[in-house]
């Protein structure tokens, strides 16, 4: 049955995949021990596939129908295979991944789209940068170069954003606690995302963040292990 | 066995308990239905109660023995009362309510500190003041009237900071999804410890957090609800 899974995902130039979205859903399938076919789409694909449904990857095909949006996905995962562990063990535990994504959106991925939205650009697909600068820079206000002109100066708010998780994982080896949940698939991808593409590494050398960083690349036989990623740490 | 509890509390000169820690050891006696006998101490009491042993509130003495610790008391309450509901129906929840103290304490408790440091000072009993004001004027390495000169100014970040909470209470009546958790006990503490001494409320008048700050005082008949309660809101 796993092999009828199709997860359309968003891929570079170099065929890495880079979304954050994504990522969190490669990461669940691999924790409910489910195989998917990969079907790779650029920046500009994503209106083409499947009759333009779906406006955002992931996109998951799956025997029972197609279902766009991360967070519905994992849902259904849940429902549709409840034969491999479970996402979300209990309502509040899916509640507070839902609160780590607010936080992690809104305080962490935010100022990483600000300092690598160019790095962004530059890696994607050729015929993907004139959709993407266009999209991107009528959202931002300005040209990319110069949202990320002074972008130097952006590292310690981000760097400092990130104390909460510090904390946390100076008591634990994962978000979840003594195993990783959906909170840390949440984070890996918003890591992983900056990782296809970054030409400025987002963490200092020393950062504690770095060994849960590697626990959670080393997961489920090195998913997020790729040789083609840049380093997260200066 | 319940009327065997006694928590010691902080409270200042009017009564009112004051200590965010002890706010979420209340509410979660409450949510395993158990009463507790209230010892109410003053800032300049902790170290002379129970001969010294803890040095913050709250402090639960129990027929199993005295705990001291906000986070140890929620642990030892789901283990030595296993007849009542679950404040952490698992390890993971428990995990990501973890997270949530780490982001309120340093995102959210912190900013609350600086700005309603000297209303704590001044709604504390007259004998506590003097302890109070050096142990806090030695910590923050200036006058309390200094650090909340500017407090106005600090205003909008405290709000901005509110606003994963924001996002995930405009789906779900809770933090812990449809009925409140742990998670929603740390925020209420934290709002109930500013409630308790503000002259200038934390939030604007239209604040969505309302709504939820309103349904979490009226929990467990109104466990929040005092008269003496300054206002949240302009």
Redesign the interface.
Known sequence: MTSDLCLYELVLDNGCSVSPFVWRTKYALAHKGLAAKSAPVGFGDIPKVLGGTFKTVPILETPKGTIGDSWDIAERLDADFPQGPNLF????????????D??FS??VMRRMFGIYVLDIHNAARPEDRPYFRQSREARLGQPLEAVVAKRESLLPALREAL???R??LS??P??????P?Y?DYIALGGFLWIAAVNTLPPLAADDPLLAWLNRGLDLFGGLGRDPRLKRLAA
């Open positions: 063990g209990s309502p509040a535990e899916r509640a507070m991944a839902r609160f780590f607010a936080w809104g305080e104390s909460p998780l904390t946390t008591r634990s994962f978000i979840g606690g003594k195993e949940n909170a």
